[in-house]
Antibody, heavy 117, light 111 residues
């Protein structure tokens, strides 16, 4: 079973960027994809986008196109999400989730990103 | 985008009783390969979501058999045959027939 461990909480200023990491273990890194899902305080789940490390291909929800970038480092089995031009509305808990056998079959613990001046 | 609509948004259940959650999609989730890409997740308080049901009716590894999923096309249901205290949390449906979208979530609590 895949295990995912994310980087710690961060506070960012409006207009800046954030990079969140997600280290995978327990599976062959090239055999699954990694997605990113966010949850605003007290709200539901929203898919941001994801990457297939084996191919290096990624896609994202339309509302994040041009603002979210997904990368993966096979040597460290770590996936990354960078979100630019941060706004207060981007304050949320950001999860990575794998697609090993099924979509989002394993989740990271979440990374709290707070955007505040 | 496919819009997922769950009802009810909250549910209070007596332990041992059954519970049912509905999820409707704005478009059919039947894909050209014959599979229907509808999933159910549970987010327990203070935890990350976990996969319960995949492709409408298949329980994921380790999921108790009191959880069952059914439906087709645009209408789907998650049933818990006998609710236990550990089942509290928020249940989300999700479609993956197109780019993933989630329902708003149904909060289940114990009476």
């Amino acid at each position: 079973q895949v295990q995912l461990v994310q980087s710690g909480p961060v506070v960012k200023k409006p207009g800046s960027s954030v990079r969140v990491s997600c280290k995978a273990s327990g599976g062959t890194f090239n055999s699954f994809s990694i997605s990113w899902v966010r949850q605003a305080p007290g709200q539901g789940l929203e898919w941001i986008g994801g990457i297939i490390p084996f191919f290096g291909t990624s896609n994202s929800a339309q509302s994040y196109q041009g603002r979210a970038t997904f990368t993966a480092d096979e040597s460290t089995t770590t996936a990354y999400m960078e979100l630019t031009s941060l706004k207060s509305e981007d304050t949320a808990l950001y999860f990575c989730a794998s697609h090993f056998t099924q979509p989002f079959d394993a989740w990271g613990q979440g990374t709290m990103v707070t955007v505040s001046s | 985008d496919i819009v997922m609509t769950q009802t009810p948004l909250s549910l209070s259940v007596i332990p041992g009783q059954a519970a049912s959650i509905s999820c409707k999609s704005s478009q059919s989730l039947l894909y050209s390969d014959g599979k229907t890409y509808l999933y159910w997740y549970l987010q327990k308080p203070g935890q990350s979501p976990q996969l319960l049901i995949y492709e409408v009716s298949n329980r994921f590894s380790g999921v108790p058999d009191r959880f069952s999923g059914s439906g087709s096309g645009t209408d789907f249901t998650l049933k818990i045959s006998r609710v236990e205290a550990e089942d509290v949390g928020v249940y989300f449906c999700m479609q993956n027939a197109q780019l993933p979208t989630f329902g708003q979530g149904t909060k289940v609590e114990i009476k």
